[in-house]
């Protein structure tokens, strides 16, 4: 054998360097240095690529390895070997739990690691069970949230006087408990919570004792909805009006249940009556009660966007739109003196009539090959502000009224200074808060400038509570955080869930509800006033 020959490769005068794998390598870390330092580049277009150049890295130095003649057959055979067993492995011993985070990779489990968490059954009917609130209790006064959002849907309530010390005065734990999967927030109404979960083959719309997490009754339908990225069960949180619970499936399953006992009192399948389509991550948005209607988005259509029912009968009252729904939820607002239900759809945001369901303003924005999630936001001048990940970026929409009594629609202004994902943002004394790509940011609602951004955390919530904010982590600790123009301060938090959280939390009085898609916890967050004795 020649003495410069090696095992498995060829003569040293044909072994120069490896210039294919050096000059890849370089590459690669160039691009990912490039896509690190992209400021306005949002974190799932950055996750993407940050995960796209390595592979491609490897692929092309696969695809060298096999043609090279560096190499020996023997040893190219054995690079194959070792890779086929790898990936055979692989197979048996992994499966794709969801994603990482909200920039969309896939979270790798092991196969034999539990799924979710078996949840025993609720009593069948606890009608008998007492509102947990006290009704003349002073620390009790206003915990109420009817629906998703709180009682306006606009993000923003009003401060029951929070202490900000969370040092000396932390918040108390109340309870804790497992719960089903979904992303489906509370509602709180007279001690009691309601939110949806889905456990194995049933989706459920569930009602909980809110001092003591206890389970009151629950409601179950035979459908679950399965998409590995967004992850399985409901997502739409129940609205609570006048003794009922009106909860939205993911399949478009639309429940009317009595809210002390769980009785259902109607049901309608809205995709199956209207032929549509369930839409890619699910049918997200939450119910809304305009007078006697009951108001739902549709799926993926085109069209009806909306669907009104009678809220006591369940029979249809109007459909509207032509547009495919999105994942935000529908308000009722007033726009150039007008009341109008406010829906940010796929490739529109419209206001309808909330009497004879006629679209009265049809703007298109964004693009509906990317999901909406966030609300839209009304500002008393008649303007709509609206925004979207994805690289939609937001707007300011003037919005003004014509002749023959229709609506029309004119930007004021766009950029990229909220980029929100799955978060709705919140106006304060004319500035919006939200989180920009995942950081808590402020915009300046007149000009669109942002005035800071700071803070890290992921495809969470916010929630405006007065003058401050109230941050769920998506990794699941809780913020308490100011609503000032004059800079990003926190001002403590706690560890309150501790996997990934997309769901809304939900601030009843000085309760704070908290959930994901394995546990869900309710804390009494410190007042700036001692609770009075014996209560």
Not at 56 to 82: E, K, Y
Not at 240 to 265: E, R, S
Not at 310 to 339: E, F, M, N
């Amino acid at each position: 054998m020649h003495p410069s020959v090696g095992p498995g490769l060829r003569p040293a005068s044909r072994r120069s360097r490896p210039w294919f794998p050096l000059i890849t390598l370089s590459l690669g870390v160039a691009g990912l240095v490039w896509v690190r330092f992209q400021p306005e580049m949002e974190r799932n277009f950055k996750g993407w690529l940050s995960a796209a150049i390595p592979l491609l890295v490897f692929l092309l130095n696969l695809g060298w390895f096999f043609i090279t003649p560096r190499f020996s057959r023997n040893t190219r055979l054995a690079g194959f070997t070792v890779l086929l067993l790898l990936g055979f492995g692989a197979r048996l011993a992994l499966r794709v739990d969801g994603t990482l985070d909200g920039t969309g990779l896939p979270r790798f489990t092991w196969k034999w690691t539990g799924r979710e968490a078996v949840i025993p059954a609720a009593a069948a009917s606890n009608a008998n069970v007492p509102s947990a609130v006290p009704e003349d209790s002073r620390w009790a006064a206003g915990a109420e949230a009817t629906q998703f959002l709180g009682n306006g849907r606009i993000g923003s309530i009003a401060d029951p006087g929070l202490s900000t010390n969370w040092t000396t005065q932390p918040p108390r734990e109340l309870w804790r408990r497992a719960i089903g999967l979904g992303w489906s927030a509370f509602a709180v109404v007279r001690g009691r919570a309601y939110t949806q979960e889905q456990r194995g083959a049933q989706e459920w719309v569930t009602c909980y004792d809110l001092l003591t997490g206890a389970p009151v009754w629950e409601h179950g339908d035979p459908t679950r909805f399965v998409e590995w990225q967004g992850g399985d069960g409901p997502r739409a949180t129940p609205t609570v009006l006048d003794g009922q619970v009106y909860a939205l499936g993911a399949t478009g399953l639309l429940n009317c249940l009595d809210a002390v006992t769980g009785k259902p009192l109607w049901q309608r399948s809205v995709l199956a009556e209207h032929q549509l389509g369930t839409n890619e991550w699910a049918v997200s948005a939450s119910p809304l009660i305009v007078d006697s209607w009951v108001v739902v988005t549709g799926g993926r259509g085109p069209g009806p966007t909306l669907i009104a029912y009678d809220r006591k009968t369940g029979a249809p009252v109007w459909k509207s739109g032509d547009d495919s729904a999105s994942y935000a939820s529908p308000i009722l607002t007033s726009l150039a003196g007008r009341r109008v239900i406010l829906s940010n759809n796929a490739r529109s945001v419209t206001a309808t009539d909330p009497l004879t369901g006629k679209v009265l303003l049809d703007h298109p924005w964004g693009s509906p090959k990317w999901p909406k999630a966030s609300q839209p936001v009304v500002l008393g001048d008649d303007r709509i502000f609206v925004s979207g990940g994805y690289g939609m970026g937001c707007q300011m929409i003037q919005v003004q009224t014509t002749p023959d009594g229709t609506l029309k629609s004119e930007v004021e202004w766009k950029g990229v200074s909220l980029k929100t994902q799955f978060n709705s943002v919140a106006l304060r004394e004319g500035h919006l808060y939200g989180l920009d790509d995942g950081l808590l940011a402020c915009v300046n609602a007149g000009t669109g400038k942002r005035v800071w951004k700071d803070g890290r955390f992921g495809s969470g919530q916010t929630l405006l509570v007065g003058n401050l904010i109230l941050v769920q982590n998506e990794r699941g600790s809780v913020h308490l955080c100011a609503a000032t123009p004059a800079g990003f301060q926190e001002f403590a938090s706690i560890p309150a869930l501790t996997s990934k959280t997309w769901n809304q939390p939900t601030l009843a009085g000085r309760f704070l509800l908290v959930r994901n898609d394995r546990e869900a916890a309710c804390y009494e967050l410190p007042g700036k006033f001692p609770v009075p004795s014996g209560q």
